[in-house]
């Protein structure tokens, strides 16, 4: 069995990482992907990113009507930061012997995995299957240098390219644009009626605010 894991903080949720998953899906042949966001990205303080329980809703809308994508709070449950690598022995752990784990990633992820905690691990743990970026190539041979294994652990997702990204949609709703055409129309619906990424509420419109409906 092939499982392909899609982690990031996904705030918001967007139509990069549902093309993604589509592409990894198909291309890879495999049985389910699984988004995992990060309770506490080890590169994001706490007050940088949503709160999780709002990152979850926006999630369970995006994957509506998608059987194939699951949702897994396996880092979200982590306490400290959250470590690819303990991730991945984790999964080997808990899923079923001989399971293929392809961990997703942008191109622009793979040039900066030298930095990741424990590069050399993750490659041996997981296929690393990656979609490309505008303005982003890969040089493999230098990655080696630093990280022995990844050429063997690389394999390419062709997909659309794509420039959505999750600041910029933030940076939209901030200002009161329309974000439809960059994320599912009921993950944008969620943000404009929780007023995400808009100016702090007062202290009564705290009150009334609950993420998870």
């Known amino acids: ?15 990069g990482h549902l093309e993604l998953a ?5 291309q890879l042949r495999l049985a389910q992907v699984i988004f995992m ?38 880092e979200a449950k982590r306490a400290g ?3 690819t690598v303990d991730t991945l022995r984790q999964l080997h752990h808990d899923l079923p012997p001989r399971t293929k784990i392809f961990f997703l990633m942008g191109l622009d992820s793979l040039q900066n995995l030298p ?10 743990l997981c296929k690393l299957a990656v979609l490309k970026r505008p303005g982003y190539f890969a040089d493999l041979n230098a990655l080696e240098k630093k990280v022995p294994g990844v ?30 055409a ?5 993950v944008a619906a969620y ?13 009564s419109d705290a009150k009334k605010r609950n993420p998870s409906s």
Do not use: C
């Open 81 to 83: 930061p959250s470590y």
């Open 37 to 74: 966001p990060a309770k506490q990205p080890p590169h994001k303080s706490n007050g940088d990113i949503s709160p999780l329980a709002a990152r979850v809703a926006m999630l369970e809308r995006a994957l509506r009507d998608k059987p194939a994508f699951a949702i897994s709070l396996l």
């Open 151 to 180: 050429q063997r652990a690389v394999v390419f997702v062709h997909a659309p390219e794509s420039a959505i990204s999750a600041s910029e949609i933030r940076a939209r709703a901030a200002r009161g644009e329309n974000i439809d």
């Open 1 to 15: 069995m092939k499982i392909g894991i899609l982690g990031g903080t996904f705030d918001p949720p967007h139509y």
């Open 115 to 124: 930095t990741w905690y424990q590069p050399q691990e993750i490659v041996k």
């Open 191 to 203: 943000i404009k009626r929780r007023r995400l990424y808009r100016a702090a509420p007062s202290e």
């Open 182 to 186: 960059f994320t599912p129309r009921a």
């Open 22 to 26: 589509e592409a990894a899906l198909r």
